[in-house]
T-cell receptor, first 110, second 112 residues
Framework: EAQVTQNPRYLITVTGKKLTVTCSQN?????MSWYRQDPGLGLRQIYY???????DKGDVPEGYKVSRKEKRNFPLILESPSPNQTSLYFC?????????FGPGTRLTVT | GDSVTQMEGPVTLSEEAFLTINCTYT??????LFWYVQYPGEGLQLLLK?????DKGSNKGFEATYRKETTSFHLEKGSVQVSDSAVYFC???????????FGKGTRLSVIA
């Protein structure tokens, strides 16, 4: 089954404790991206990747890092999380402009 | 840059009512247009799309027509069901490597 998986689905952490949210797709897509979804603000792109070792900033990259060492994986790294990064995060991969989304990771930073 | 404006919600309708969610956009080049839907507790999924002027995308009883002259892509459904309760996102995509731009979403609640 074609899918995008994210882990963990839920995470509560404390300010400053580094964390990684994993994302994996099994569709051999070149393009992958990360979004955050906040009430009243819709979806905002954090980072995207056009292919292995090619990443670029989206609209709200501050406080985040990504890497793309393999085509299928695109982890999101928060080196020092802060409460304003409390949000719902989605990973997506795409082919021919159609995006396929993961189920989301709800992150709470206290 | 590319942008999209869609009507703000929440929208509350009774079952079998007619639905319209307005969407207008600005995008570089000749964009493709998409509607995505997010059911409670899930990620977004593609609902329908249109890639050229006057194209009509349709799926699950929903329709949207690519109106280049008015730069609009309004979502319609003739008779909504409770199961249509979700958040709907309009998203244009400009040509080339331009990323999708999502609207803020419109929450639809359908009551029996």
């Amino acid at each position: 089954e074609a899918q995008v998986t994210q882990n963990p689905r839920y995470l509560i952490t404390v300010t400053g404790k580094k964390l990684t949210v994993t994302c994996s797709q099994n569709m051999n897509h070149e393009y992958m991206s990360w979004y955050r979804q906040d009430p009243g603000l819709g979806l905002r792109q954090i980072y995207y990747s056009m292919n292995v070792e090619v990443t670029d900033k989206g609209d709200v990259p501050e406080g985040y890092k990504v890497s793309r060492k393999e085509k299928r994986n695109f982890p999101l790294i928060l080196e020092s999380p802060s409460p304003n990064q409390t949000s719902l995060y989605f990973c997506a991969s795409s082919s021919l402009a159609i995006q396929y989304f993961g189920p989301g990771t709800r992150l709470t930073v206290t | 840059g590319d942008s999209v404006t869609q009507m703000e919600g929440p929208v509350t309708l009774s079952e079998e009512a007619f639905l319209t969610i307005n969407c207008t956009y600005t995008a570089t080049g000749y964009p493709s247009l998409f509607w995505y839907v997010q059911y409670p507790g899930e990620g977004l999924q593609l609902l329908l799309k249109a890639t050229k002027a006057d194209d009509k995308g349709s799926n699950k009883g929903f329709e949207a027509t690519y109106r280049k002259e008015t730069t609009s892509f309004h979502l319609e459904k003739g008779s909504v069901q409770v199961s249509d309760s979700a958040v709907y996102f309009c998203a244009p995509k400009g040509s080339g490597n331009t990323p999708l731009v999502f609207g803020k979403g419109t929450r639809l609640s359908v009551i029996a």
